[in-house]
């Protein structure tokens, strides 16, 4: 385990010189089948993944020193399903799988990793190891960790590794290709017009608010893409999502001020103005109640209250 405590260490030297002149990113796919496929979405940088169940993207990115991996399953979570992407790079390129990248701990973004450590170093942020070890999920575990950023600079191609805080887990890292105007970000992104979270139970709300205008702001973004489903968004969408989670917040909050049940809350609150967002219908209760959940963590009611107590006093 090697913890990196700092802001930006770049893990090799080797830095290319940038192209000025890059192709249009018009020229790569940005859209892609639910079935297990590869496609190229920019200069560098490769999309793969789906499955039959619950399509999941991730990243890998060829270089001439090695390929760099970036989340790992395709669904389902089976020995399968890795040896499929395995035999697909060893049969493409001469060099082997150098680095892998965890974008956080959940299971069903991981999977199968631990297929590449015989040539691979892992990478995550430090607070995903605890995580691995102790739900005992099937994936690679990291012996390269970061607090805040890093810089991976293989081959000519830099990646960086952002850490903002806890959003959807307290280990989520998003990672940026600049030079290709690339940025992942599973779970907090999904195509546009699709909420990216069924529910909040592992969400600190008000760092995602302040970490969604962050991702909106960040420069070198021309494409995002989505940790699930096809097809990649824009920046834009962190901002759509930060407003809809502003205003969920606000208004359960205010019911809760009112000393409201969560059944009334539940049916006061119908955000019929985030309507453009096709899965709201089949997100909204539950993201209703966990952020009930968070809210009642979050504040103290006046004495007496009506409010349900949920612990000891
Ligand atoms: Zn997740």
């Not at 390929?67 to 992407?85: E, K, Y």
């Not at 631990?114 to 102790?134: E, M, N, S």
């Not at 994936?139 to 960086?160: C, H, M, N, R």
């Not at 001020?257 to 985030?274: G, H, N, P, Q, Y």
């Amino acid at each position: 385990m090697i913890p990196i405590v700092g802001q930006r260490i770049a893990i090799s030297v080797l830095v290319a010189a940038l192209s000025l002149s890059q192709p249009s990113l018009a020229q790569y796919v940005t859209e892609w089948d639910s079935e297990p496929s590869i496609d190229r979405i920019s200069k560098h940088v490769y999309r793969w993944g789906g499955g039959s169940n619950f399509p999941i993207n991730a990243l890998f990115i060829p270089t001439d020193e090695g390929i760099v991996l970036i989340d790992g399953p395709i669904s389902p979570c089976d020995g399968a399903s890795s040896n499929w992407i395995k035999e697909e790079l060893e049969r493409r390129y001469d060099v082997p799988v150098r680095y892998v990248v965890l974008s956080h701990d959940h299971m069903s973004h991981i999977c199968g990793t631990a297929a590449f450590t015989d040539t691979a170093v892992t990478i995550g942020h430090k607070k995903l190891r605890p995580h691995l070890i102790r739900e005992g999920r099937v994936s690679a575990i990291p012996s390269i960790s970061f607090e805040e950023s890093l810089d991976i600079d293989v081959g000519g191609v830099k990646i960086v590794l952002y850490y903002f805080g806890p959003t959807h887990s307290d280990n989520l890292i998003v990672t940026h290709i600049p030079q290709d105007g690339v940025l992942f970000a599973p779970d907090l992104a999904r195509p546009t017009n699709q909420l990216p979270l069924p529910d909040f139970r592992d969400l600190d709300v008000d760092n995602t608010i302040e970490v969604l205008g962050i991702l909106s702001r960040l420069e070198n973004v021309d494409i995002v893409v989505p940790g699930h489903f096809s097809p990649t968004t824009t920046q834009d969408y962190f901002l759509d999502f930060r407003a809809y989670l502003q205003a969920l917040r606000e208004r359960v909050l205010d019911h809760m001020v009112a000393e409201r049940s969560l059944d009334e809350i539940l049916s006061l609150v119908t955000m019929k103005d985030f309507d453009h967002y096709e899965n709201l219908d089949q997100m909204l209760e539950r993201n209703v109640i966990t952020m009930y959940d968070y809210l009642y963590r979050y504040r103290e009611s006046n004495y007496p209250s009506t409010m349900p107590v949920r612990a000891v006093e």
